[in-house]
């Protein structure tokens, strides 16, 4: 099993079990790399999920203690090939992708470790380790997006996040509260 997919396509490639080691590689070179700044990393997104087909990309949600720090790790994962692409979504998170445009490997999703969507990106991979009930659904859920819109990742990403909203919905008591 290799990783890797083109950039703005839609495939799903069944789960591997190599997908752990290959975090566990890349979770030491992204250590190595930020050092002291980092609080926590870890596996998110559909590879970190057990029986769960997904894009063969693989997701590394990194925290540091806030955004002055985040600023500095920039360069370091520039160094280990990452491209920045900053806060793309607008919401404090910064957003890396590593690989060529034709064969993205790796996603690392830079934000500070009390930011919500550090809380969201853990529950939902939890809750789908821990309820094979919803990893089907999620999976059959994206076997037809990805008909329907394997040429547009933006529109299959925003489909499918309202799945990612109703599974944080019900199970929002895990969330830490805000103050």
């Not at 997919?5 to 890349?26: A, D, Q």
């Not at 404090?92 to 060529?100: C, D, P, R, V």
């Not at 821990?130 to 299959?156: C, F, I």
């Not at 309202?162 to 199970?171: E, G, I, K, P, S």
Request: charged share 25%.
């Amino acid at each position: 099993m290799t990783l890797g997919l083109k950039r703005g396509i839609v495939e799903l490639r069944p789960s591997s079990e190599n997908y752990p080691t290959f975090f566990e590689e890349e979770r030491a070179r992204v250590q190595q790399a930020l050092g002291f700044l980092v609080l926590d990393i870890q596996h998110v997104g559909s590879t970190s999920v057990p029986g769960l087909a997904g894009k063969p990309i693989l997701d590394l949600a990194v925290a540091v203690q806030n955004a002055a720090q985040m600023d500095a790790c920039v360069r370091s994962l520039q160094q280990l090939g990452y491209t920045s692409f900053g806060d793309r979504e607008g919401w404090g998170e910064y957003f890396f992708a590593k690989g060529t445009d034709d064969a993205r490997t790796h996603y690392v999703h830079l934000l500070p470790l009390n930011h919500r969507k550090w809380s969201e990106y853990l529950i939902f991979r939890d809750v789908l380790r821990q309820r094979p009930d919803l990893r089907d659904e999620y999976q059959q859920m994206k076997t037809v997006l990805t008909q329907q819109h394997s040429g547009s990742r933006t529109e299959y990403t925003a489909r499918k996040g309202l799945f990612v909203q109703r599974v944080l919905a019900d199970f929002g008591s895990l969330l830490p509260r805000s103050k």
